[in-house]
């Protein structure tokens, strides 16, 4: 099936009599009446689940679904996107390469959480390839479109680089999703998910997944189970639920951002727009390569004025809002500095070049036409 079909029907198959929406099951345990059922079930060599920890049908649905959108042998769901990405990296301390603009949540964890632990943390610019082969890393963490200032990595490029130094490719393909990407078949060797954002797709659930072969997501799949990590029940429902829509979502959004971002050109007090297919996007040649169908609904802007100019169009605005996270249907923007990415020093933020004017958008479903009247508005001296 083509992707907006799979998107459709992916995770279930139908029977006889079957529910159309699938049930919600919140049960954390189930009973057992014969020892050796028990442990066939534990050991997944008979079908059913024993504990919420290790096992629920709503987010067995999920991982089946996101699994085959992503073109994987298997995914596992979690508590979040930083838990996926967590939970994905190895246990044995190990020399990382991750992108210098990478979502500031990724970044705090590789710096303050894994690099006391031992592990040698690279921030580079992941196009440089002779950069990231100096630094000899063992594990590669990439994201199909950076947060916030939506560059593109090459994909393809990184994956064989990776193959040549033996190194293990993670793609954080949250921004893109498997409507315009799927990194798998680029050479990645797992796909990352934060859930939250388009794959649930209305600012109503919080989740990760993890997709790979089965080998490895089985080793990740009982690490997340030691770590407490698991998805629960209702959200895998609604992340579902929302996947359904994910490919006419994600279609609307990415015509959307690249209007606004165009419009945003020429608007009085934006001194910069940032967008994949936009020139002069330092990676467009990239994007028009690695993603020819679209980039989804994120694009970033450099406003005149900085902070104050920020906050008084935030007062101004009548249909979009200020919200922290991105990829639902309203359009929301969100501010670097305070929100992604206050985490990080000044300094470093500055050189990667987001400043105290830098702004980022999740573009929504609305027409087109008012959303941009309402950032016209709103930006104008």
């Known amino acids: 099936m083509k992707p907006a079909s799979r998107a459709v029907h992916a995770g279930r198959n139908l029977g006889a009599r079957s529910p159309l929406a699938p049930d919600l099951s919140p049960a954390a345990v189930h009973v057992f009446t014969d020892l050796d059922d028990y442990d066939a079930v534990a050991r997944g060599e008979r079908p059913g689940y024993y504990y919420g920890r290790n096992s629920n049908a709503n987010r067995e649905m999920l991982e089946r679904a996101v699994a085959e959108l992503e073109g994987a042998e298997a995914a596992v769901a979690t508590a ?23 979502y500031g949540g990724t970044l705090a964890m590789l710096k303050q959480d894994f690099e006391p632990s031992g592990y040698r943390v690279e921030l580079l610019d992941l196009n440089d390839l002779r950069a990231v082969e100096h630094a000899m890393p063992s594990v590669i963490i990439a994201e199909t479109i950076t947060n916030p200032l939506c560059r593109v990595v090459d994909l393809r490029a990184l994956a064989e680089l990776a193959r040549q130094i033996d190194a293990f490719l993670i793609v954080d393909n949250t921004f893109a999703t498997p409507v ?20 649930g797709g209305h600012s109503d659930l919080v989740a990760g997944v993890v997709v790979g072969s089965k080998s490895l997501v089985d080793n990740i799949r009982a690490r997340v189970s030691r770590m407490g990590a698991t998805l629960g029940p209702f959200d895998a429902w609604l992340a579902l639920r929302g996947i359904r829509t994910l490919d006419v979502r994600m279609r609307r959004h990415s015509e959307n951002a690249l209007t606004l971002a165009k419009a945003m050109k020429s608007m009085p007090g934006v001194r910069h727009v940032h967008h994949p297919l936009l020139e002069p996007s330092p990676t467009y040649a990239i994007a028009k390569r690695i993603l020819p169908d679209g980039t989804g609904g994120m694009m970033a802007f450099d406003l005149e004025g900085d902070r104050p100019a920020v906050q008084r169009m935030i007062k101004r605005f009548s249909l979009v809002t200020f919200a922290a996270s991105l990829g639902g249907v309203e359009t929301t923007i969100s501010y670097p500095e305070l929100t992604s990415h206050r985490s990080m020093p000044l300094g470093e933020r500055a050189e990667l070049g987001i400043g105290p004017g830098t702004v980022r958008v999740s573009v929504g479903l609305e027409d087109p036409d008012d959303i941009v009247a309402d950032f016209a508005q709103a930006v104008a001296p």
């Open 80 to 102: 979040s996107g930083m838990a996926a990405i967590h939970a994905v990296l190895p246990v044995t301390p190990m020399p990382i390469a991750a992108p210098r603009e990478a």
């Open 180 to 199: 315009y990407c799927r990194p798998l078949e680029l050479g990645a060797h797992a796909v990352v998910h934060s859930a939250t954002k388009y794959l």
